[in-house]
């Protein structure tokens, strides 16, 4: 008898959603007394891992890989519907699919991207950010998943691309950025570009990474002025972002801790402000932080499973002559 041969999309495994808790309202004062972005500590780990992800995991990836296992059975969607102060009226909802911290590497099996991929576009954003690190060691490994990004480019507003810190890690940084290109994601680095949108328009910028990039605001603001829209792969960029009335950032980097203890905080920590996941708040500003899709160092998740954000993102209510606001727009995204 012949094997039945199953599709991707036959494959794809039904999504698991949960909603986000409202945005945490932040002082601005809290601080970690270690920076997760300089220091001897940190510089150690970044080494370390680049070193294990480069050259001791390929070994042990033909013998033991248990991480896209996992992911098939545990990653989910995490939704939230925003109206951020400063963005722009008259607009339509947005539908918006923020994926990030790919990881694509040793972990990452591409067929397992590519169901979950297939799953999410059928979620119909209207736009799609992919939040920097996109590979693990080295830029090369991007294309082994090219194919399976490339469904995320059907997104009428397109598929957008910022870098993170692991995306300096080995090779040449505008190789991927050319891959990226070459099957329809644009990326925007220290830029900013306006996206049509019904009757309107908004801005879409993306900064580079704050780690291993050279983030440049003066460059990103010099064609369009503040954008509406921020990629950001680093969360503790939000701040800088706030100061320049930017209403909304979305940020990955975190893994919200990626292993986290029952009901506890992250163990691995790799924001200085205590931005670890989710939704938060300062001034008129609003960020999302995804815990992201794949893994480092360790082939595991617990207590943060893997996810992508989607996000609908409406105009601030309007003002009605009683003084009340009204906004009319449901608050289901699916």
Request: aromatic share 8%; hydrophobic share 40%.
């Amino acid at each position: 008898m012949r094997a039945e041969i199953r599709t991707l999309e036959e494959c794809s495994p039904p999504l698991r959603w949960r909603r986000l808790a409202p945005p945490r309202t932040m002082t601005g004062n809290e601080r970690r007394l270690m920076n997760p972005n300089r220091g001897i500590i940190k510089r150690g780990e970044r080494y370390a891992d680049m070193f294990i992800s480069r050259f001791c995991y390929p070994l042990l990836g033909r013998v033991w890989n248990p991480y896209s296992w996992l992911l098939e059975r545990r990653f989910e969607v995490a939704q939230a519907r925003l109206s951020p102060a400063g963005w722009p009226r008259g607009l339509p909802p947005l539908r918006l699919l923020l994926i990030t911290d790919i990881h694509a590497g040793i972990f990452l099996r591409p067929e397992t991207l590519g169901r979950i991929v297939i799953e999410l576009m059928q979620l119909k954003p209207d736009l799609v950010v992919i939040g920097g690190d996109l590979v693990t060691g080295h830029v090369s490994e991007v294309s082994q998943i090219l194919d399976m990004l490339a469904p995320l480019t059907k997104a009428p507003l397109g598929a957008w691309f910022c870098f993170g810190n692991h995306d300096y890690f080995g090779g040449d940084p505008e190789e991927l950025r050319k891959n990226l290109s070459s099957i329809g994601i644009r990326t925007l680095r220290n830029d900013s570009t306006v996206i049509r949108h019904g009757a309107g328009s908004f801005v879409l910028g993306g900064i580079d990474d704050r780690v291993m990039g050279r983030p440049d605001w003066k460059r990103l603001l010099a064609k369009h002025g503040p954008p509406d829209l921020l990629m950001a792969h680093n969360p503790d960029q939000f701040y800088e972002a706030e100061k320049l009335a930017i209403p909304l950032t979305l940020s990955g980097h975190t893994h919200g801790g990626q292993i986290r203890l029952p009901n506890g905080p992250a163990i691995i920590r790799q924001s200085r402000y205590c931005l670890d996941e989710g939704l938060y708040s300062f001034g008129k500003s609003q960020l999302v932080v995804s815990r992201g899709l794949g893994s480092v160092f360790l082939p595991i998740r617990w207590g943060a499973d893997a996810e992508a954000v989607m996000i609908e993102v409406v105009p601030p209510a309007e003002p009605r002559p009683d003084g009340r606001t009204s906004n009319s727009q449901s608050d289901r995204i699916r």
